[in-house]
Each structure stands twice: as structure tokens, then as C-alpha cells.
């Protein structure tokens, strides 16, 4: 059973700065592609930042500059490292990550459980 668990979220100030981990558990995993999302309340979850198994990085305009994506393969585990937070970073982030195991047929598309991120004053 493959389960993606995050930390690190919380309450910040506005220009503040947190550190999103997200570790995944399981059997004889490979982990292709890792992924943040967030979701604000009443909004579509959207998408924050990719790291791909070659280690090639995508971000929105939103966020670039701001967050760095990284990921610890030996760990199994990604970090999102959030500077100059702004009110509108506020969301439930998310983790996502494309695993393949032992039993199963090819890559499969994980999600985590979310953290909350809350940036105020």
C-alpha cells in the first residue's frame, strides 16, 4: 500500500516562509514525477510546482521565484521550500507523485492528504 504523507504547513505572516515535505511509504517503490497542488476555498485546485525523474522543474507564474521544488530520492520524499508568502498562497496544499511498484501495472497517479497553509497577519 503506497501512502504520500506531508508536513510542515501552518500559519505564517506575509512574507514569511515555510517548508512542505512530503514522503512517500511503501514496497520497492520508483517514483517518477513529484507534484505540489493547492486549493483554496471555493476554488479549482491548481498547480504549484513539478520536479520529473530527470530532475527538470516546472512553475506557474504565480509562484516562481518564490517556491523551490526539490526531491531526496534516496528518502522518497519532495520538499516545497515557500519564501515571500503572500496572503493569496493560502490553500491546502498537496502532494502527488507518479509511483510505480512491484505489483503494479506501470505508474499510478498518488495523492497526499494535504496540509494546510495559512498566511496572515
Known amino acids: 500500500q503506497v501512502q504520500l504523507v506531508e508536513s510542515g504547513g501552518g500559519l505564517v505572516q506575509p512574507g514569511g516562509s515555510l517548508r512542505l515535505s512530503c514522503a512517500a511509504s511503501g514496497s520497492s517503490l520508483t517514483i517518477s514525477n513529484w507534484a505540489w497542488f493547492r486549493q483554496a476555498p471555493g476554488k479549482q485546485r491548481e498547480f504549484v510546482a513539478a520536479i520529473h525523474s530527470g530532475g527538470s522543474i516546472n512553475y506557474p507564474n504565480s509562484v516562481k521565484g518564490r517556491f523551490t521544488i526539490s526531491r531526496d530520492n534516496a528518502k522518497n520524499t519532495v520538499h516545497l521550500q515557500m519564501n515571500g508568502l503572500k496572503p493569496e498562497d493560502t490553500a491546502v496544499y498537496y502532494c502527488?507523485?507518479?509511483?510505480?511498484?512491484?505489483?503494479?501495472?506501470?505508474?499510478?497517479?498518488?495523492w497526499g492528504q494535504g496540509t494546510q497553509v495559512t498566511v496572515s497577519s
Open positions: 502527488n507523485a507518479l509511483i510505480s511498484t512491484a505489483i503494479s501495472t506501470g505508474y499510478v497517479n498518488y
